[in-house]
């Protein structure tokens, strides 16, 4: 039982360049979201997915896309990567009345 | 909508005394606070959770109590040990949203010396 999957776990990009963080459940769960974490900040929202065929944007949603693949499968997209987004994101899936459980996260840096 | 302030943003205790962390929220819907901890390069994890129908709620060596008149909660180690040693982060959702949309505070450093 592998919980939230992430993958890559680290990466480099260069200014402009584009990709996306993958993130996968197994424990059936409706919600899952993408953080990211700066230092000092804490962890902050960017994009949740309800259930499946939804998705609604967060505290900081600005530079990114998601899309929710199916049931397990909760993609994030940088279209054109800032320095600015530098950061370690973490994606998280629960139950809608149950606590949200973290993936190991991607350490992304952006030159 | 909602914030959440947290303090101290580091503590240090000696091994055996007691921690606590303190969060203000300004929702006064919020109903779930949930505190994380999230040890070095590890992902956050679920310690204890409180909803608003209850004041306090323990779990061996960790309790959370709640304050919905003063819209605060805090989270309370006994016995510190050196394993305690990490960063926890304190949440309540943001209204409308529930469980899905929870705004985090900046976090807390504890170091437990031996």
């Known amino acids: 039982n592998a919980g939230v999957t992430q993958t890559p776990k680290f990466q480099v990009l260069k200014t402009g360049q584009s990709m996306t963080l993958q993130c996968a459940q197994d424990m059936n769960h409706n919600s899952m979201y993408w953080y990211r974490q700066d230092p000092g900040m804490g962890l902050r929202l960017i994009y949740y997915?309800?259930?499946?065929?939804?998705?609604d944007k967060g505290e900081v949603p600005n530079g990114y896309n998601v899309s929710r693949l199916n049931k397990r499968e909760f993609s994030l997209r940088l279209e054109s990567a800032a320095p600015s987004q530098t950061s370690v994101y973490f994606c998280?899936?629960?139950?809608?009345?149950?606590?949200?459980?973290f993936g190991d996260g991607t350490r992304l840096s952006i030159l | 909508g909602e914030n959440v302030e947290q303090h101290p943003s580091t503590l240090s205790v000696q091994e055996g005394d007691s921690a606590v962390i303190k969060c203000t929220y300004s929702?006064?819907?919020?109903?779930?606070f949930p505190w994380y901890k999230q040890e070095l390069g590890k992902r956050p994890q679920l310690i204890i959770d409180?909803?608003?129908?209850?004041g306090e709620k323990k779990d061996q060596r960790i309790a959370v109590t709640l304050n919905k008149t003063a819209k605060h909660f805090s989270l309370h180690i006994t016995e510190t040990q050196p394993e305690d040693s990490a960063v926890y982060f304190c949440?309540?959702?943001?209204?409308?949203?529930?469980?899905?949309?929870?705004?985090f505070g900046a976090g807390t450093r504890l170091a437990v010396h031996p």
């Open positions: 997915s309800a259930s499946e065929g939804t998705t």
């Open positions: 409180i909803r608003s129908n209850v």
């Open positions: 929702d006064s819907a919020s109903n779930y």
């Open positions: 949440a309540a959702p943001q209204i409308p949203g529930g469980y899905n949309k929870l705004i």
């Open positions: 998280a899936s629960s139950t809608p009345t149950q606590p949200q459980h």
